[in-house]
């Protein structure tokens, strides 16, 4: 998703960009991906590929999680290192912050306590990743990886299945479907109370696309997010509001809801000059009408 937004995005004409498919190239295979940066030597690498989806995808196959995007880091960090590549963007995850500590998510609370059981393959590959862009800056100043950490992301290209996908999109085929086949409840896993953090894919880019002409002026690590959050049963009434769905919400108290909040501290991206522009609203309603177009 965060791929196909940064090609399609206004800045991507200042840009030679290369961009393999996965038949084209495996991140996977280490000494192709070494092969490939070595050749073309790009001046920057921005590390955007990554196995993702929600509580269910993340519980039914974390090995994979673990494994595989652990592998896609570590081959594409050190395939641009060892190629000489000095700028390299690096995408985490706020699912790399602890269960337990306080919201806002501040930069200086990783790895301070337990990951989110529910996701905690995906936040060590992402920890590693990070980790490593860190080593290879200490050990020489010359080599500029860092690492933006963005919250919760939903736009165009998104995938839309409830069993692989994240909460909007997921939400977005859930109530198009029941207002196509006119049912009259949809379910809600938890009480819908627990909080998270969206942002449009599209002010990412915007983001990454700033980062990457001024790396230099980015701290280390930096949340990229809205800094402010919302229930999951208000993201369920937004998007029915926008579907024009009118039926009622049911929850499942037995099934896992993850954290209770994951809300980004913004402190460091306020002072690097950048805040996202497309409010929620706007978004859904940009990300349903790519959802029908799709469909």
Not at 77 to 85: P, T
Not at 103 to 123: D, R, S, V
Not at 222 to 242: F, K, L, R, T
Request: charged share 20%.
């Amino acid at each position: 998703m965060v791929g196909r937004n940064l090609l399609s995005h206004a800045s991507a004409k200042d840009w030679d960009i290369l961009y393999p498919s996965s038949k084209q190239l495996d991140l996977m295979d280490g000494p192709a991906v070494a092969a490939y940066i070595s050749k073309h030597k790009p001046d920057i690498v921005v590390h955007a590929a990554g196995r993702v989806g929600g509580i269910k995808a993340n519980m039914a196959d974390p090995v994979a999680f673990l494994d595989q995007n652990l592998m896609l880091g570590r081959n594409v960090i050190l395939g641009a290192r060892n190629a000489g590549v000095k700028h390299l963007l690096n995408l985490g995850s706020t699912c790399i912050y602890p269960h337990d500590v306080p919201n806002p998510l501040k930069e200086e609370m990783i790895l301070t306590g337990q990951l989110e059981p529910t996701n905690e393959g995906y936040a060590l590959a992402k920890l590693v990743a990070l980790r490593l862009c860190m080593y290879i800056r200490q050990e020489d100043p010359s080599f500029v990886y860092k690492t933006l950490i963005p919250c919760n992301l939903y736009g165009m290209y998104d995938k839309f299945d409830p069993n692989g996908s994240h909460l909007i999109p997921a939400i977005i085929r859930k109530v198009y479907e029941a207002e196509k086949a006119g049912h009259d409840t949809i379910e809600i896993w938890g009480d819908g109370t627990a909080r998270r953090e969206f942002m449009y894919a599209g002010d990412l880019v915007d983001a990454i696309y700033k980062a990457a002409n001024s790396i230099e002026t980015i701290p280390d690590l930096m949340n990229v997010g809205v800094g402010s959050d919302h229930s999951v049963n208000d993201y369920y009434a937004a998007v029915a509001g926008i579907v024009g769905w009118n039926g009622t919400f049911v929850h499942d108290l037995s099934k896992p809801v993850g954290m209770k909040q994951k809300l980004c501290d913004t402190g460091r991206q306020t002072a690097w000059g950048w805040q996202p522009e497309t409010s929620l609203a706007v978004g859904i309603s940009k990300t349903y009408k790519h959802f029908l177009e799709m469909t």
